[in-house]
């Protein structure tokens, strides 16, 4: 869809909860992306299937819980999940790229990469915690790395907010180009 201008126009988040059960199949969801030719939606797609990922794992720590490795000691693997979070969303703003405004693919890609990298630490965070459960059996672990990465993903989600602050950025650089634009018309980048 289009304005009235001719510029294309944000679906939200809607068409990607549609897709949300074709997602969770990996070879039709990878179809589903390579299909897509919004890279906002398939940055969208990758968000999503990753933060309902987050919630099915649920099912699994609370199912065994208490039946861990016993490698350490519950709180132990609570303060080191705590601690390895924390951290890893402090710098998550220091390691995600600057965007470039140069031609819009490098500002599609960059702001790409930034979105991904900010997931990636969200999701390091729910990696140790889920470590931690495994190695010492308490849920504790796996809800402190979740809640830690639930806001980092939270953070990182390309809604609408998000794409204005980065518009924002991309405004002060002088460069003109629309970033929302930039992002539906052209696909996501490898």
Known sequence: MTDQRGTPTDPGWKPVFRRLPLLLVPVLGMRAMALNRSGLDSLRMVWLTLAHAMVLLWLPVLLIGGSGFGLVGSQAAVVVAAVVGVVAQLFAPRLAPELDPTTPRNLVDSFQRATLTRIGLAQFALAVGL???LASGGVAAYAVGFVIAAAGMADAAPTRRHLVVAQ???????SGLDLRSA????????
Do not use: H, S
């Open 131 to 133: 470590l931690g459960f």
């Open 168 to 174: 924002a950025k991309v405004d002060q650089a002088e």
């Open 183 to 190: 992002l539906i018309e052209q696909r996501l980048g490898r």
